[in-house]
């Protein structure tokens, strides 16, 4: 590197740059680079990924500044005639010991020093096809007076696959692993097979049905940023609706659901009957409930008109109504305070330490929000302040739902109230021609946190890497942080208040 | 207390009373119609992502479909998608829309046993494998529980285990990570009982059906006793559904 050499280049959220431009570090500048940068508290790494490429392994890493809207990108490259070894940087940075492990399942590259290059998600394309995902050997504390809880992967309840295995000293967990993989459907390759447009927006649809917007908004910018189409102002601002509408309904269902672990039906029930009211609107906005068909690339099939702007308007303010009446009730109940308080606690610290982001992250005191830090249109032109919480407790998660869903609907309040919804943003795009030798990276705050989705071009302008990351993969750690020294019986209500993704996870 | 009796009358009845005749309004997409109208049908082919649609005479495959309406917004005059949300069907050739037909899907009662209906007329328990669902179907599942949909009125429940269980619904294009524990779940089920595939990507494998980790051996050696298009199916499609075929 000389010395008049950046270690990085600089982009901002969805800006697409010429590859070349990206440095190419060797391996121990990379790893100071690296170090250095996550060394200040406001960046984090937000993917490091590889692929091949010609003669060997090109690996990119990304990290974002919470408060300059910068993301720094920088890359090293790690030739097939070099021994596939690398030191692992996860004794420096906690946080990036998932990405390692990622790389090494996917293409065998040892990080000597890595604490533990545990499995992610035994994907059909690891390098290693004689680990099976149903042999896997959990993690084991040698004891007379311990013993193990398995639980998974098919659980008691209509959920995702996915094993949990406790280790307990009578009613006290002293450790809990997670396992995943049961869910993987080669979401990534198959973005790369599929040939159309229409396919690959799909294929986003599908990452994690219960974040669609999310993920198809994230993919979305993406290709629009790569294809360099400028989009309508109204249409961006159109998704922000979605995004938060999306937020509101996921966060009353799970305020719902943790009711419903505590035995309190009359929120249980109230909860879901408020968010069949906002998805109900979702169905009168694009048909589907879930948001299936709303969001495609360059335009959308369903614009939102002053119409349904008036109507939005009108199930907001009975909404909010009865769930302001009925959270004041809730949350102050001695029964629900006496199971959440004080439960399942992650510090600021640990939250940092582990990479933590989006709601995860807010509810232990650290201010990370795409939406804030990293605005798309939409939330540039009307400000969202983040709701963060100090204390990192079950509790902490059930109240930050609750100031999330007010903060939302005062905020999508301003947006229909300014917005004169005329332009037809016009039918979406059915094909695209991409950029040659491009890569972008695209950041949107779904309701559980920092979606990810990273894409690069060859020199024709054919996709040949896509990479999806839900903030899942870093969250997941906070639940098992949270359990340790806990009774297993708080394992529900714990596992409830993250509702962490198990197929955005596997993909 | 008093604010909660409030709450509770300020909300009122909120099930569907009549779930069985319940309408669902538009843009809702359910089962499609095609017209007798000429188009390019090649270009009508193409346009489906999922390869649902197949030429002369020009047919709609719901099995494949995932119900995009991508086809009935570039040929608004051939394709219709109305707003019949009864698709569940025990025969998968149902689940083809012929050109010019505008037929409800159905259950064929003819083909279920007697002791299907005599043994879970009343009571029918499930149990839920998500074999690499998105958790959309999941949550619509979910969701025929609730308050508004109030599925339990019908005695069908999703049970914990599969011991207590009399069928299972799978979601999801079935995973080879996954492929062992439904089976381990489908045995683990005493007979009589049922094999339910929920949603696109389970019936057919959707927009994944091509993907290498998939493993849907299981199809090969069970018979699904009902198939629940849709991506994700409303929870009426699914409830009814399940009432055509147990009651």
Redesign the interface.
Same mark, same amino acid.
């Given at each position: 590197m000389n010395s008049k050499d950046k270690a990085y280049y600089t982009v901002k959220n969805n800006q697409s740059v010429d590859i070349k431009k990206i440095p190419v570090l060797h391996y121990s500048d990379f790893s100071t680079t690296i170090v250095k940068l996550l060394d200040n508290t406001d960046n984090h790494c937000v993917t490091y990924f590889a692929f091949y490429q010609n003669e060997g392994l090109k690996f990119i890493a990304a990290v974002a500044n919470d408060s300059s809207h910068q993301i720094y990108i920088f890359s090293h490259f790690l030739l097939k005639s070099e021994k596939q070894e690398l030191e692992s940087l996860t004794t420096k940075v906690t946080a990036l010991h998932i990405f390692e492990r990622e790389i090494h399942e996917n293409f065998s590259v040892y990080f000597s020093g890595h604490p533990w290059l545990k499995p992610v998600r035994?994907?059909?394309?690891r390098a290693n096809k004689n680990l099976k995902?149903?042999d896997y050997p959990f993690y084991k504390i040698e004891s007379e007076e311990l013993h193990e809880v398995g639980v998974g992967? $098919?659980h008691?309840? #209509? #959920?995702?696959?996915g094993h949990f295995r406790f280790i307990c000293n009578g009613e006290e967990v002293l450790h809990l692993e997670i396992q995943h993989?049961?869910?993987? &459907?080669? $979401?990534e390759?198959?973005m790369l097979?599929?040939s159309?447009l229409?396919?690959r927006t799909? $294929?986003s649809e599908?990452?994690?049905?219960?974040t669609?917007i999310g993920h198809s908004t994230a993919f979305a910018n993406l290709m629009e940023s790569l294809a360099g189409i400028k989009t309508n102002p109204q249409l961006e601002v159109e998704r922000a609706v979605a995004l938060e509408l999306e937020r509101i309904a996921v966060h009353t269902?799970d305020i719902s659901a943790l009711c419903t672990d505590v035995a309190y039906s @009359?929120g249980a029930?109230?909860f879901?009957?408020l968010r069949?009211a906002i998805i109900n609107f979702t169905?009168?906005?694009?048909?589907? &409930? #879930?948001g299936?068909?709303l969001i495609r690339v360059g335009g959308t099939?369903?614009p939102f008109n002053n119409e349904l702007r008036n109507k939005l308007l009108k199930v907001l303010a009975e909404y909010e109504e009865?769930f302001i &009446? @009925?959270a004041?009730?809730t949350f102050k109940l001695p029964s629900i305070e006496n199971r959440f308080d004080e439960i399942g606690t992650v510090t600021q610290q640990q939250a940092m330490k582990i990479g933590a982001v989006g709601m995860v992250a807010r509810m232990a005191n650290v201010n990370r929000d795409i939406r804030n830090s990293h605005p798309t249109y939409g939330f540039q032109k009307y400000i969202y302040q983040p709701v963060v919480l100090p204390k990192g407790d079950v509790f902490s998660r059930f109240l930050l739902r609750r100031k999330e869903i007010r903060q939302s609907i005062a905020w999508l309040r301003d947006v229909l109230n300014a917005e004169d919804l005329i332009i037809d943003s016009g039918?979406p795009k059915t094909q695209l021609n991409l950029k040659p030798s491009a890569f972008c990276i695209s950041l949107t705050e779904g309701w559980r946190g920092e979606i990810c989705h990273a894409a690069v071009t060859d020199e024709n302008g054919n996709l040949i890497h896509y990479k999806i990351k839900d903030p899942s993969m870093h969250n997941w750690k906070a639940l098992e942080l949270s359990l340790r020294n806990l009774e297993i019986s708080d394992f529900p209500i714990n596992n409830k208040s993250y509702d962490l993704?198990?197929?955005g996870f596997?993909l | 207390m008093l604010q909660e009796i409030k709450i509770i009358k300020h909300n009122g009845k909120q099930f569907i009373p009549d779930l069985r005749n319940a309408t669902l309004a538009a843009p809702f997409r359910g089962r499609p119609v095609i017209g007798p109208e000429k188009v390019d049908e090649t270009e009508l082919v193409n346009c489906c992502p999922l390869m649902a649609i197949s030429a002369s005479p020009v047919k709609i495959n719901l099995a494949k479909c995932n119900f995009c309406g991508e086809c009935a917004l570039r040929f608004p005059d051939k394709i219709k998608f109305t707003r019949d949300h009864r698709l569940a069907t025990n025969k998968i050739e149902n689940l083809i829309i012929l050109e010019g037909e505008d037929r409800p899907i159905k259950v064929d009662q003819k083909s279920i046993s007697k002791k299907i209906k005599s043994t879970f007329g009343r009571s029918l328990k499930l149990r839920q494998v998500s074999a690499g669902g998105d958790n959309s179907c999941e949550m619509e599942l979910n969701a025929c529980g609730n308050a508004n949909f109030d599925m339990g009125r019908y005695g069908i429940e999703f049970v914990a285990s599969p011991r207590h269980a009399d069928g299972v619904l799978v979601t999801g294009p079935i995973t080879e990570n996954m492929a062992e524990a439904l089976q381990i779940t489908y045995d683990a089920i005493p007979s009589p009982k049922l094999f339910i595939l929920c949603g696109v990507d389970a019936i057919s494998g959707g927009i994944f059906a091509n993907s290498a980790a998939l493993n849907r051996s299981i199809l090969n050696a069970v018979k699904a006793d009902l198939f629940i298009p849709g991506n994700p199916p409303h929870p009426l499609t699914i409830i009814n559904g399940l009432l055509d075929l147990i009651k």
């Open positions: 035994f994907a059909h394309n995902i149903n992967p $098919v008691a309840g #209509i #959920i995702e696959p993989g049961w869910q993987h &459907r080669g $979401v390759q198959t097979d599929k159309t229409l396919q799909m $294929v599908s990452i994690a049905g219960d669609t269902a @009359l029930n109230i879901g009957i069949t169905q009168s906005w694009c048909g589907n &409930r #879930i299936k068909g099939n369903h009865q &009446r @009925l004041h009730l039918a993704s198990y197929c596997d | -």
